[in-house]
């Protein structure tokens, strides 16, 4: 007998016909599953979208509500089923940022995960990942190779500040560069909690409320402006970084899965790398594939036909569910 | 003072971009080290595994082949890793991650472990030994480990740099190792000599290969502020290389310190006859008639260690010498050019050629004498600075190489390929094309000539206009113009244009001009015409 639930990758998202539901759509479509609030996961104006409370928060401050189009937003509690066209859906953590979540299709006892992007151990900001048992799995794999080693948290947070304190104690300015959303409210969370006086770039401080009210503390954290950046740790985007260089001594620290490999010090033209992601590492995604028990498992983003070879060589029914152009985008990794 | 201790010191090394502070945090590593471990510290660093002249010789084949064994990673991920990393000592490193015994690793069970592998018999048994190597420390050290195996640590460490370390730990000036390197050319021997304070004792030996002193490259004459400063010299399209020689022993070396001896008999046996010990630096050019045959017709002799006596006859080469490394138990690199020159010719022995050299009296000369060195059949000119010294191993201002634009070009890049090394996740090697109509058609490939921030934004340009990917290439649309100089243009069924560019190299990035604004086919026909002269 079939399995009651199908599932259809393409360049546009993943689809479920049996309970006509999106999952990370790209394009317009009428029920969408958005599973963070990256704006390549969760984007466009689907008529309903289900999501955590968190994540549609956050999707609400990059698009904002629209006259021409009426949506409904539908937030999911984690761990409370929902019925949805014969089929019951729950929300897991993902770990990945605050809000992020997986999404359990359950019909017929027959169980889909979907990861979304995750971190299986516990991130700085957000809520640490469940590993949900399941039939079939669709993961990530953007670090899906066996090079991928990262920081744990605490690492991570010790390494971050003694950058930041001896940057500061040699008078020069201490920068730390990230996109919007995610790991910039982390860095300055970590820094604003040990005392360092810090400036975040304005698209970094809109989301600051969001995560009080998840709980993470910013004391004394300012929007960067060329006025209170002096003697303070900045968190800003990669594009501030030339006019930055040029008011002063500036030295710049890499946060990123990518600061794994030495190359990252070029490649981003970094001082520092300190290799911690809002994403699993390889034994992470190993972990998290073996404790789901999945029998079948699709993988997208990334690394998926090397790491589905890999997991094949392990004994599992793993394929690469989207032949895509790796890298092109880099996300926001 | 451990292995380990030297591992995590070139990572701090590589992570800072301050030269002194490079040189500080190696010199504070060497200075708690005893004689012997100084000496193996600083081999180590200059990417030499093993004691005296012996060569490890491992490929990366075997390197990987021992991670295969160590690991059970198949040769497939591997690659697909190295292709991320870019680097081999790193790749096997991130590879063994929490799969060593971590045992620590000291500077002398690191020698021996060279040794044991250098003394395998077949390969299988070299391998098994890596592999068993791989499995015992700690990754960070299995990377460093597999570094020096291949000679260069990749961390912005240049042997200068080491050298002013060395000097800073043993309580002495550069100037002072940097002349005592000089002589000996073998960096750990020097230090030996400074830590016993005998840095005065040192003295050049023959038979041991010197570094090479190298040119800049230089496109355009005005480079040049005083011409009456400057000699010139034709450069030769042939193998550089040094001639060793005294009491009949006759040794030759060629860049990257190969000893090329047995392929060039003829070479070995007009040195036999040198009167007394020299050393000089030259080059080997195949030769008949009065002129140098073409750089394809001397690769013949390169990969032969037996050359037949047909193969002598046909290909003849000769040394063109251009310096003086050692005379008579003396190092020589000290003395003024004019004086190397003079000594130079004097005890040329019969059979060797030397390299005629002019002063150069005006800029205009430049020109001509670059016409003529082609009309000659050599690549370029040299210049060299009146009254300069020989410095091993650098390319400074004192040596510049004139290699001519035949013309230049405005075209479009069409497909975009990662780097190796530092550059390995970037995109720095371009294939670009010029004009047909509404098509692009390919003439060529360069990778050089851009600073690595242009590289870096380029990246971030190129990837998002690829539309197609295979392997390290990804298809751009055709967006980005570059102005390419190269040296010559030629018929080549590589690329769709039917033409190839000799020697491209990238000029500038055209951020001013639209593809549409590009050079065309028929301007390439026309060049090809023209170069047909």
């Known amino acids: ?333 | 003072m451990t292995f380990d201790q030297l591992a995590e010191t070139c990572e701090r090394v590589a992570a800072t971009p301050s030269r002194n502070r490079k040189v500080a945090l190696l010199a504070g590593y060497l200075g708690e080290l005893d004689e012997a471990n100084l000496v193996r510290a600083t081999r180590y660093l200059t990417g030499q595994p093993l004691p005296g002249e012996r060569k490890l010789s491992l490929g990366h084949a075997a390197l990987r082949g021992a991670l295969i064994e160590a690991t059970g990673w198949d040769l497939e991920t591997i690659r697909l890793c190295y292709r991320e990393v870019g680097d081999t000592g790193e790749t096997i490193g991130l590879l063994l991650h929490s799969a060593t015994r971590n045992l620590p690793l000291a500077l002398e069970q690191a020698e021996q472990d060279y040794l044991q592998i250098f003394a395998g018999r077949k390969s299988a048994d070299r391998i098994a030994r890596l592999a068993e190597a791989y499995l015992s420390y700690r990754p960070l050290s299995v990377k460093y480990f597999v570094k020096v195996i291949t000679g260069n640590l990749r961390i912005g460490l240049q042997e200068r740099l080491v050298e002013e370390a060395v000097a800073m730990a043993t309580g002495h000036t550069a100037g002072q190792l940097r002349e005592a390197n000089h002589k000996v050319g073998r960096l750990a021997d020097v230090a030996r000599a400074a830590f016993r304070r005998e840095l005065d004792q040192v003295a050049a030996r023959i038979f041991h290969p010197m570094e090479f002193m190298l040119a800049k490259p230089i496109e355009q004459a005005p480079a040049i502020e005083d011409p009456a400063a400057w000699l010139v010299e034709d450069k030769y399209d042939g193998i550089r290389s040094q001639v060793h020689a005294g009491e009949g022993i006759v040794k030759i070396f060629s860049r990257g310190m190969e000893e090329v001896t047995s392929a060039f008999p003829e070479v070995c046996a007009v040195f036999a006859k040198a009167p007394v010990a020299v050393a000089m630096d030259g080059e080997l050019l195949a030769f008949r008639d009065g002129r140098a045959l073409n750089f394809t017709v001397l690769q013949q002799r390169l990969q032969r260690k037996q050359v037949s006596n047909d193969l002598l006859a046909e290909v003849p080469v000769i040394f063109m010498a251009y310096d003086l490394l050692h005379l008579d138990g003396e190092a020589t690199p000290h003395l003024p050019i004019e004086q190397r020159r003079d000594l130079l010719a004097r005890h040329l022995p019969a059979g060797a050629m030397l390299s005629p050299q002019k002063p150069l009296n005006s800029l205009a000369e430049v020109d001509s004498e670059f016409e003529q060195a082609r009309a000659r059949g050599n690549e370029g000119l040299l210049l060299k600075k009146k009254g300069s010294i020989y410095e091993p191993g650098k390319r400074g201002n004192n040596w510049l190489k004139v290699k001519r634009v035949f013309a230049t070009l405005d075209v479009v890049i069409t497909a975009a390929e990662q780097g190796h090394g530092r550059r390995a996740t970037m995109l720095s090697d371009y294939t670009f094309a010029v004009r047909d109509g509404e098509r692009f058609l390919n003439v060529g490939k360069a990778y050089s000539g851009l600073t690595d921030d242009e590289i870096r934004q380029l990246t971030r340009i190129l990837r998002g206009s690829a539309y197609e990917k295979f392997g390290r290439v990804m298809l751009v649309k055709p967006e980005v113009v570059l102005e390419v100089g190269f040296d010559g243009i030629q018929k080549s069924p590589r690329h769709k244009s039917g033409f190839a560019l000799r020697f491209p190299r990238i000029l500038r990035w055209r951020q001013d001009k639209q593809p549409d604004e590009i050079d065309t086919l028929d301007g390439v026909r026309a060049l090809y015409t023209a170069s047909l002269g």
């Not at chain 1, 900045?234 to 040029?246: F, I, K, N, S």
């Open chain 1, 1 to 333: 007998m079939p399995p009651p639930l199908s599932i259809r990758f393409s360049p546009e998202g993943i689809y479920l016909p049996e309970i006509d539901l999106w999952l990370d759509p790209r394009r317009p479509v009428a029920h969408a599953w958005f599973s963070h609030a990256h704006s390549d996961h969760a984007s466009g104006r689907p008529t309903l979208v289900l999501a955590t409370e968190r994540t549609l928060e956050l999707y609400r401050l990059r698009w904002p509500e629209s006259t021409d189009v009426v949506q409904t937003l539908e937030p999911l509690r984690f761990g409370v089923p929902v019925e949805w066209k014969g089929a019951t859906l729950t929300a897991w953590p993902a770990g990945h940022i605050v809000g992020a979540a997986q999404l359990c299709i359950e019909a017929d006892g027959y169980r889909v995960v979907y990861t979304g992007d995750i971190k299986l151990n516990p991130p700085i900001c957000g809520i640490t990942t469940t590993v949900v048992q399941c039939n079939r799995l669709i993961v990530e794999s953007t670090f899906g190779l066996p090079i991928y080693h990262f920081l744990d948290q605490t690492e991570a947070r010790r390494r971050i500040l003694q950058f930041a304190q001896e940057t500061l104690a040699e008078s020069a300015t201490p920068v730390f560069l990230g996109y919007p959303l995610g790991r910039g409210q982390e860095i300055a969370h970590v820094l604003a909690t040990a005392g360092i006086p810090t400036s975040v770039h304005g698209a970094m401080h809109k989301f600051l409320p969001i995560y009080e009210a998840e709980g993470y503390a910013f004391p004394g954290v300012e929007a960067y402006s060329a006025k209170n950046g002096r003697e303070r740790a900045l968190v800003v985007v990669p594009g501030m970084r030339d006019y930055l260089e040029a008011r002063g001594d500036v030295r710049v620290a890499y946060v990123s899965g990518w600061a794994a490999l030495a190359n990252a010090r070029t490649r981003a033209n970094a001082h520092e790398l300190i290799p911690y992601s809002d994403h699993a590492d390889f034994s992470e995604l190993l972990d998290l594939v073996a404790g789901t028990g999945a029998e079948q498992v699709d993988i997208v983003h990334g690394y998926a036909e090397p790491l589905a070879r890999i997991l094949r060589d392990r004994g599992y029914n793993a394929q690469a569910a989207i032949a895509q152009m790796e890298r092109l985008e880099e996300g926001e990794a």
